[in-house]
């Protein structure tokens, strides 16, 4: 079946834009994660959602990042008034449940002029 | 709170010679350790994981880890790279299979 997709693959927006990144996640999987990897890094955690429910956010940097999980399906990441620092690539991973291995999407490349 | 380190950030290597991609871990409980490989503009895909039992884990792709409680260590090794090898490895852990923290990758460079 399909993976984990994730829309726009990459993303240029001007400072001070807000950006919206699209997750859909495989089919029937609960838990869904949302990290953040900038140049030369390992990915960093931000968020998680169990179903629709935001289970944990303390990996947001600030309160310009949002995500959400209405129908516990799709899952968007919202950055508001976006910073050069916000450059990064965003991946998003689900899983089945809270402890079975995650699937991670190709990732969206943000690049903030 | 956990970390991860990776002691080398690159680590170029001619193809057909083995590899050690080193990997140190610190946490106050026990954890689940994995090794993650990601090609240019791709997402992760597990190599393999170590959750109890066994301190030799074997994974995809030739890639086997060890398992070293005392000096918290969780090497990766291949016996013989190719050139398809080339790509970004990261070290992981968590206390599940979520929620997991990075070290920082190694980039194995491999040549002919």
């Known amino acids: 079946g399909a993976g984990v997709s994730q829309s726009p693959r990459y993303k240029v927006a001007k400072r001070g834009q807000d950006v919206a990144l699209r997750c859909d996640p495989i089919s029937g999987h609960v838990s869904l994660f949302w990290y953040q990897q900038a140049l030369g890094q390992g990915p960093e955690f931000l968020t998680y959602f169990q179903n629709e429910a935001q289970l944990d956010k303390s990996g947001l940097p600030s309160d310009r990042f949002f995500a959400e999980r209405p129908e516990g399906s799709v899952s968007t990441l919202k950055i508001q008034r976006t910073q050069q620092e916000d450059s990064a690539v965003y991946l998003c991973?689900?899983?089945?449940?809270?402890?079975?291995?995650?699937?991670f999407g190709n990732g969206t490349r943000l690049t903030v002029t | 709170a956990q970390s991860v380190t990776q002691l080398d950030s690159q680590v170029p290597v001619f193809e057909e010679a083995p590899v050690e991609l080193r990997c140190n871990y610190s946490?106050?409980?026990?954890?689940?350790l994995f090794w993650y490989v990601q090609y240019p503009n791709q997402g992760l895909q597990l190599l393999l994981k170590?959750?109890?039992?066994?301190?030799l884990v074997k994974g995809i792709n030739g890639f086997e880890a060890e398992f070293n409680k005392s000096q918290t260590s969780f090497h990766l090794r291949k016996p013989s790279v190719h050139i398809s090898d080339t790509a970004e490895y990261f070290c992981a852990v968590s206390q599940g299979y979520s929620t997991l923290t990075f070290g920082k990758g190694t980039m194995l460079l491999v040549s002919p």
């Open positions: 170590y959750l109890s039992g066994s301190t």
């Open positions: 946490s106050s409980v026990s954890v689940y």
């Open positions: 991973a689900s899983s089945l449940a809270r402890d079975s291995p995650l699937h």
